[in-house]
Each structure stands twice: as structure tokens, then as C-alpha cells.
T-cell receptor, first 115, second 115 residues
């Protein structure tokens, strides 16, 4: 059974639309991350969290909000979607800080298109 | 801050041949190095993690080499097979956990194995 799941897998919205991407992990990890993947840029960190109720800003946070409601659930919110946010979004979890040498476990991704 | 350049962006290799992907990083304090594999329609999966003291590490069908002098990390796919067709990412961190840490991904290499 997949340990990190994301929904929806595909989403199309219009400019100015409101979008929520969901992520759930069953790894019992405290650390969760949202990335976007764009050609030529690799993965870029949007927001991350080290526990329920905790939120930290990543490298490309503009236009995004996030909420961590439980240890398992992490949401990414686009309140006024723009075409520049068309991307492939990944959620990941880890046992401790990913940059402290810990493996990240990734979900299958959500492809978002903003028209 | 850390910058990671990954080359080549695309790689075609005949089945049974070898192929090399190279990441060049800038921070001499980099300590943890990761290779992730992304198969079509799936999230990233860890191939291998190497530490500062590791120079060569072998896995199933691949070899990872760390050259700290030249600040290069390489992934050598040996005897490529169709299952190796995927996007490969390197990721580098200075090993600092906590809010001041950072994990930097390369841009990715699309590998296509031709039968």
C-alpha cells in the first residue's frame, strides 16, 4: 500500500481559481514537504512542515499557502491560481530533516494546469 | 548558496551499454548526496545516498562516484536495460538539519534505453 498519496492526480483550473492539493502519508513521519517540478529546474521546495500545525516557508512560496492539519495530512492551497503555477507538484515525507541526510518518500504527483 | 548543475538533460543509451550522469555542486561543505529515480507517472524513489567519506558506492546495475576535489557526483548506469528508462535527479545538502538547512536538486536527466 502506497505510503504517500496525493489527490487529485490531475487538475485543470482557470486563472484566478481556487485549488487545494492534498497529501496524506502513513509513514508516521513528522516531516512533510511540497515541491514543484518544472523542466530545467528540477524540484523546488514550496513549503514544508515538521509537525501538525507547523509550517515553514521554502524557496518558492509566492502564491502558495499550506496547512498541516495532522501528522498525516498536508495541504497546498492556491487561492488565486495563475498560469505560472502550471506544474507537477510532489508531496514528500521523511523521518527527519531531508537536508540532514534522511530519505524522502514521494507521492505520485499532481499535474496542475492553470488556463 | 548551493548550486547544482546536472548534465546531460537527455540521454539515449542502447540496451547493454553504459551511461553517465554528472552533477557538479558549488558548496565545499556539502556532505550528503542523493540519487533519486523517477519512473513515468510516479514519484521519486531513492536510488542511493552517499556520505562525505564515501567515494564509490555500487548498487544493482549502477555505480555512484563522489569526487570531492572537483565537487562532482556521478551516476554510472552499467549494462542499461529498459527498466532504467526514467528521469534521474541528484540532490545535495551540507548536512545541516533544522530550519537553516537546504537540499538542492539538480535539473534532472531523462534517460531512454533503446532496445
Amino acid at each position: 500500500e502506497a505510503a504517500v498519496t496525493q489527490s487529485p492526480r490531475n487538475k485543470v483550473t482557470v486563472t484566478g481559481g481556487n485549488v487545494t492539493l492534498s497529501c496524506r502519508q502513513t509513514n508516521s513521519h513528522n516531516y512533510m514537504y511540497w515541491y514543484r517540478q518544472d523542466t530545467g529546474h528540477g524540484l523546488r521546495l514550496i513549503h514544508y512542515s515538521y509537525g501538525a500545525g507547523n509550517l515553514q516557508i521554502g524557496d518558492v512560496p509566492d502564491g502558495y499557502k499550506a496547512t498541516r492539519t495532522t501528522q498525516e495530512d498536508f495541504f497546498l492551497l492556491l487561492e488565486l491560481a495563475s498560469p505560472s503555477q502550471t506544474s507537477l507538484y510532489f508531496c514528500a515525507s521523511s523521518d527527519a530533516w531531508a537536508w540532514g541526510g534522511y530519505e524522502q518518500y514521494f507521492g505520485p504527483g499532481t499535474r496542475l494546469t492553470v488556463l | 548558496g548551493e548550486q547544482v548543475e546536472q548534465r546531460p538533460p537527455h540521454l539515449s543509451v542502447r540496451e547493454g551499454d553504459s551511461a553517465v550522469i554528472i552533477c557538479t555542486y558549488t558548496d565545499p561543505n556539502s556532505y550528503y548526496f542523493f540519487w533519486y529515480k523517477q519512473e513515468p507517472g510516479a514519484g521519486l524513489q531513492l536510488l542511493m545516498k552517499v556520505f562525505s567519506s564515501t567515494e564509490i558506492n555500487e548498487g544493482q546495475g549502477f555505480t555512484v562516484l563522489l569526487n570531492k576535489k572537483d565537487k562532482q557526483l556521478s551516476l554510472n548506469l552499467t549494462a542499461a536495460h529498459p527498466g532504467d528508462s526514467a528521469v534521474y535527479f541528484c540532490a545535495v545538502s551540507a548536512g545541516t538539519g533544522g530550519l537553516s538547512g537546504k537540499l538542492t536538486f539538480g535539473e534532472g536527466t531523462q534517460v531512454t534505453v533503446i532496445s
